[in-house]
């Protein structure tokens, strides 16, 4: 870096300082031409956050930005015009917990087996493209914005992220975590100790508080938006020491993170902490639940309808009498993911949808089995409206993106997807989503 003398640094600051000032006054000469203008209209629109619904929404988008929104507006004259008839428009939805560079398979027998495999085999390069793919599906399903938290290789995550900010492949906007932070052996079932070293590939294991430190300073350095940490796998536990040194890392440079937290051990430790979010949390106390409302948690409940934990294991050799075995386990556990996540919202916690999709699942695209999720809280018992919100502005919010993203707003970005029925009355609606827009592109139509 330093190898340059200095007397020719001097000399190439002084060139590029003239090439600079070429360039800004050819680029000062012609008049700025206005950015085409592209109006989207439809029947109804909804505004999550006021639960409000217009009739006859006229949305006037420039330069991948909502410039005005209005009933029956006038539509600029030249403007490129989207009439979209009966349906309805939302803002593009926000997927808070993905895995877009994993797609494991069922019936090769679970988490452990898939994790193994998908390490050994897979390239991190490898996987960045399967990420494509599947990020590819969920913008097509709707999901216009994702929060992807780990299992990406080194940085996998980071490169897919960046290949579709420069518009190489076609996805959603991503926050990228890079590797998980996680006490010894990450999320891997029990290997020998010549394949321990597998596990680096995917989680950045700490023992100390320092290395805790470290290991978020790395992943900033990795690329990281946020920081991804797996509290508990097993009688493996961060620390609060360690975890309280995490979050501070993080907050001194304004980011955020994110905690995979099951049980009353490691949710209190992740909420003791003052993480932003905590995920999963299958079981999770009510004195936790009321930490996590007073301090602003939010609660990223990935939760599915039974079915799915039933079916997303595809072809199986179960006999039928085994699969209703399933289905009952199945059952009950959705009935307790359910009951938790009212009292949840009983004690004031905010939620934000977070599929955790990273199955294969038979029948439908990434996208469409994550958007089972929302099923899943509607059947909880929130209400349409609240279940939209968590997709919306809760999301926007936990991602740090209330700016851009979230809401169909004079603005904000235009991400826009659009549905046929009412959602207001039945999310499922939002598993058929029709349009799609993404910072002003069309995806879908
Ligand atoms: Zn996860």
């Known amino acids: 870096m330093n190898r340059i003398p200095r007397w020719m640094r ?244 304004n980011r955020t993170v994110a905690a995979h937290a099951i049980g009353d051990t490691a949710t209190r430790i992740a909420a003791e902490a003052g993480v932003t979010s905590i995920e999963h949390a299958y079981t999770i106390p009510d004195d936790v639940l009321r930490m996590m409302a007073q301090k602003g948690i939010y609660l990223v409940a990935t939760d599915y309808p039974a079915e799915f934990y039933v079916n997303a294991l595809g072809p199986s050799t179960l006999t039928p009498e085994q699969k209703q075995q399933q289905l009952a386990g199945a059952t009950q556990f959705a009935k307790g993911n359910g009951e938790r996540l009212m009292r949840a919202v009983r004690a004031g916690v905010k939620v934000a949808f977070g599929s955790d999709e990273y199955y294969d699942t038979p029948g439908r695209t990434r996208g469409q089995a994550s958007l089972l999720t929302l099923q899943a809280y509607q059947e909880a018992g929130m209400s349409p409206l609240e279940v939209l919100r968590s997709a919306t502005v809760n999301g926007a919010a936990l991602l740090g993106w209330s700016d851009r993203i979230g809401a169909i707003e004079a603005g904000k970005l235009a991400d826009i997807i659009a549905v046929d029925g009412d959602p207001l009355k039945d999310v499922k609606e939002l598993q058929k989503v029709r349009f799609v827009m993404k910072g002003g592109e069309v995806v879908k139509r």
Do not use: C
Not at 130 to 150: H, N, P, S, W
Not at 203 to 219: F, G, I
């Open 10 to 253: 001097s000399v190439v600051v002084s060139v590029t300082t003239m090439m600079f000032a070429v360039l800004v006054a050819q680029a000062q000469q012609p008049a700025p031409t206005q950015p085409a203008t592209t109006v989207v209209r439809a029947a109804r629109m909804i505004d999550p956050k006021s639960g409000n619904v217009m009739q006859n929404p006229v949305v006037v988008i420039r330069g991948g930005r909502i410039a005005s929104v209005g009933a029956n507006a006038a539509v600029p004259s030249g403007a490129t015009v989207i009439d979209l008839g009966n349906l309805t428009l939302l803002p593009g939805l926000i997927d808070a917990h993905t895995h877009l560079l994993q797609n494991y398979r069922g019936e090769l027998g679970g988490d452990d087996p898939n994790m193994l495999i998908t390490v050994a085999t897979m390239s991190t390069a490898k996987r960045a493209l399967l990420g494509a793919k599947m990020g590819r599906e969920d913008l097509e399903a709707g999901i216009t914005t994702v929060r992807d938290l780990g299992n990406s290789g080194f940085s996998g995550d980071v490169a897919l992220r960046d290949a579709i900010n420069a518009g190489w492949v076609i996805g959603p906007r991503i926050r990228a975590s890079t590797r998980a932070i996680s006490a010894a052996g990450g999320q891997f079932g029990p290997v020998q100790p010549e394949t321990q070293k597998l596990i680096e590939q995917e989680y950045a294991v700490v023992s100390t508080v320092d290395e805790a430190r470290r290991a978020v300073r790395q992943a900033f350095y990795d690329g990281a938006d946020l920081i991804k940490v797996i509290v508990n796998t097993g009688p493996r536990v961060v620390s609060l020491d360690e975890m309280k040194a995490i979050v501070e890392e993080a907050r001194r440079v």
